[in-house]
Every structure is written in C-alpha cells, then in structure tokens.
C-alpha cells in the first residue's frame, strides 16, 4: 500500500516515520528545502530520528516530494498541513485549501482522504471534501476520514503508539479504512459517531488546557496580591485525591495548538450564534500574563526599566523544543522593550529567532526565565544576573510568580 501524507512538519513527518515501518510513504511538502533535507535522511522534527529516516529511505519505504504528480498512485493520503490564525487571529484554512487543491489535481483513482489537521467541526465535510471535488478534472468518489493528530512534540512517555487515536469517517467504508490503516501503529482506536465529534473533541481537549492555564495565571495573580505562595497553595489543593487536576503559572502559552485551537472552536460557536464568551477571555488572560510578569519586574527594580539590560531566558514556546511558534517570550520581550529594558535572550535549543541569536548565559543586570530547558542549569541561570524572574516555578532561589 502507497500513502501519501501532504506536509512534513511536526504532525506529517512523525506519522511518516511510523507509517514507513509498514507501507511506503510519500511525503509531499511544499517547500523543497525540507524535502532535499528529509531525502538526505536529515530530520528537521524533534521525535523523528534521522537514523530511522534513513532506513526507511533506504529500504525504498520513504521518500519526499514537491512534485504533485508523485502522490497519484497512492490508495491513502493524509493530510498535515499548518491551520493557523489570520493576522486579526480568525481560522486561516489558506494551507488546507492548498493541500486539497494539490490532492485534487493530482489523484487519478478512488482513494480515502484522512485530515489530521486541526480544524473546527465541519471542516471535513463542508471544506475538504468540495474542495478536493472542485480540483478534480476526473469524476472520483473518495473516501473521507478525520483522525486529530494528539502527538505532543518532545513528550517521551506518550507518542503515536500510545496515544489513544479518535477518528471517524464520512461513511462506515471510510471509517473502516481508518482503522485498519492505524491499527498498523497505534495501540487504541476510538471511532466516535461522525467527523464532527472527532473535530470538536480535539478543539475542546486543547481549549480545556487553555482555560485551565488562564485560571491557574489569574489565581497566580490573585495568590500574590494576598501575600501567599501559588505553588504552595496549587501543591495543597492537589493533595485532593478527585475533582481536582492541577496547572501551574507561566507567562502564557505558545505553540501551534493552545494559542489557536481554542479560537477555531470560538469562531465556529459564534457563527452558530453560541456563546464563547469564556474562550476567548481565557485567551486574553494568557496574553495579559506578559504585561502581568513585566510590571512585576519592574516593580521589583525600582518601578524602572528604561536602560537596563534584561537578558530572557528560554524562548522555545515550553522546554526542550526548539519550536517559538506563538512563543510567551516574544510578548515578554516586546513588553521589555516598551519599557525601554535592553533586552537580549538565551535558549542554545532554539539558537536563532527574529534574525537574532542566542546571547550568553551572563552578565545582565536583570534575568528573566519563560522556558526552561532540561540542558540549562538552575545554578547558571541565577549567576547571569543579580535579579532573576522565573515564571516557570523550576529555578530554584529566584524571585518567581
Ligand atoms: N505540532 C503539534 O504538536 C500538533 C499537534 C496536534 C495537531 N497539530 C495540527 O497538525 C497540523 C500540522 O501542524 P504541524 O505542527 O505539523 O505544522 P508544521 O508547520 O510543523 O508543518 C507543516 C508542513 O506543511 C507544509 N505545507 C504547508 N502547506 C502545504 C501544502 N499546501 N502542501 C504541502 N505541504 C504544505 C509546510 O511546509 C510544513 O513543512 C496543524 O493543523 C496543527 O494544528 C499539530
């Protein structure tokens, strides 16, 4: 069996690499870049090794493509592409349009389509599957399927094989296909009763997180003001056994998920007429969380910014990623800077950002933790500066939320 899966990014590549193990893979992306890298067997994704990339090229089970034509032989083509937020932060369905363009151009048989790409409910019905008829020069019924990707880049504990995996499909052919395709690599398949509940379910597990994280960011606030310690309140009420499920303060959230899965969700609430009122100040609390962990500084030195140098330690949007997407420490920065702070940053994971590369561990008057990475020692964070900032509650003997 020939799969094509369209877009080698975190999602793409990562099912990829396990889908190789037993069918042969076509990774089709956009940018050659990527595709002459993943055809030299250099991985660009953390959790996919090149070693195993290589075999697989090796073994004439792997390989990347620009090239359209190259997926029109495949019987199953997955869809990874990017689905993200518009400048004015509405659902940006421009990669998936795209991608199903590219599928419907190019497939010359009847073959089931599976969106792994995060969307708002109806996405595959009213969206993928019309567009992929309306590029189609040839008259072919396909099959439809939705399975969310849940992978969580970096985590070691759950991965593509343990990770329980819903999925559903336009028509019982299609979810059967589904299942029979993942049951190659993946332990426990959910089949839920349409692509809509699939759809929504992975906006509401990623929109509970961000409420969740809003709530533990406001009462990070509400803790300081009365004079108590968050963590240690946050450690006592996780001493009760049910009902509770504990989230710790940050200077927001970030990445290709948290940040944006809960405004798809929101959109296609408010278009229905239905209240997302609780979603979307869940957002901004995250986004205020910045401005919040700024003043606080500030408010530490003086009520005084202007020309001191702050270095921001950890820009990766959570550890041990090189990924900034919808990174907390931009906002941070950006806040440093209003107040005048000259401000540089440190994170050897992520090296180079904005044109900008990682500056040295040391020497500034102000220090300021947003992510931090397994490699990066407590000890050496807290001798860069006589102030440190830790927003992560992980470095031991700074100033903190
Ligand atoms: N990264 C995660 O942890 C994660 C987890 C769950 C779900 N998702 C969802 O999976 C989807 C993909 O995310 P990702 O993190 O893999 O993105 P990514 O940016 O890492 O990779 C996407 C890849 O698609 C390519 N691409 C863009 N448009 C294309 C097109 N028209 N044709 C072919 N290739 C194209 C890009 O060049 C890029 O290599 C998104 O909907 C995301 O929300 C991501």
């Not at 992306?29 to 002459?36: A, E, G, Y």
């Not at 406001?218 to 009420?237: K, N, R």
């Not at 330690?313 to 950006?334: F, W």
């Amino acid at each position: 069996m020939k799969v094509a899966i369209v877009g080698q990014g975190y999602v793409g590549l990562t099912i990829s690499a396990f889908a190789a193990e037993f069918f042969e893979v076509v990774g089709f992306d956009s940018n050659q870049k990527i595709v002459d890298q993943l055809n030299l067997g250099r991985s660009h994704i953390e959790g996919v090794e090149s070693s195993l990339l290589m075999k697989s090229i090796k073994a004439g089970r792997y390989r990347a493509t620009s090239k359209g034509s190259d997926i029109q032989d495949c019987e199953i083509v997955i869809i990874a592409v990017p689905t993200p937020l518009t400048e004015d932060r509405q659902p940006d369905l421009t990669f998936l349009e795209s991608a199903c363009k590219t599928i419907g151009e190019n497939i010359r048989k009847s073959v089931l389509v599976i969106n792994e790409s995060t969307s708002f409910p109806g996405t595959l019905r009213n969206f993928i599957k019309p567009t992929i008829e309306r590029h189609s020069s040839v008259n072919l019924e396909h099959l439809y399927a939705i399975s969310p990707e849940r992978v969580d880049p970096g985590r070691s504990d759950f991965n593509q094989k343990n990770t329980p995996r819903l999925y559903a499909g336009l028509n019982p052919e299609a979810s059967k296909k589904t299942r029979d395709f993942y049951s190659k690599f993946c332990d426990e398949l959910v089949e839920v009763s349409s692509p809509e509940v699939a759809e929504a379910a992975k906006l509401f597990e990623n929109t509970f997180r961000q409420v969740n994280i809003a709530l533990v960011n406001e009462f990070a606030q509400i803790a300081h003001s009365l004079g108590i310690s968050v963590y240690e309140t946050l450690d006592a009420a996780n001493t009760k056994p049910y009902g509770f499920m504990k989230f710790t303060p940050s200077a927001g959230v970030g990445g290709h998920c948290i940040p944006v899965d809960p405004t798809y969700l929101a959109a296609v609430a408010e278009e229905h007429g239905a209240p997302a009122t609780f979603i979307r100040r869940a957002n901004e609390v995250n986004l205020e969380m910045s401005e919040y962990i700024v003043k606080r500084v500030a408010e530490d030195n003086g009520g005084e910014l202007e020309g001191k140098s702050v270095l921001v330690v950890g820009v990766a949007y959570k550890p041990n990623v090189a990924d900034v997407r919808e990174t907390a420490a931009e906002l941070v920065i950006e806040h440093l800077r209003g107040c005048g702070a000259v401000v540089s940053w440190h994170d050897d994971v992520v090296g180079n950002w904005k044109g900008e590369s990682s500056a040295p561990l040391q020497g500034a008057e102000i220090a300021v933790v947003v992510t931090k990475h397994d490699s990066v020692e407590d000890r050496k964070i807290m001798a860069s500066a006589p102030y440190v900032f830790d927003t992560t509650g992980k470095v031991k003997g700074a100033k903190g939320l």
